[in-house]
């Protein structure tokens, strides 16, 4: 039985890896997340609040500081 990830988990993952990057722009990562949060869709809102949940459990807390 072969698993098949779904491209939101996928970004997910490339964003969670991202935070154990020095040149990643985290805050600038944070704005773009914050301004997702704040669209008018609830879809996007909800994906939005859903990827920042997931960067505060498993993302690298070091390089939010």
Not at 16 to 25: G, I
Not at 30 to 37: N, V
Not at 40 to 58: D, E, F, N, Q, R
Request: charged content about 10%; overall charge negative.
């Amino acid at each position: 039985c072969t698993t098949i990830r779904s491209t939101a988990t996928l970004c997910i993952l490339v964003l969670v890896q991202a935070t154990n990057e020095m040149n990643v722009s985290i805050p600038e990562v944070a704005d773009l997340l914050i301004e997702r949060a704040q669209n008018s869709s609830w879809v996007v809102c909800l994906k939005a609040l859903i990827t920042i949940h997931h960067l505060m459990c498993y993302g690298n807390e070091v390089n939010f500081f």
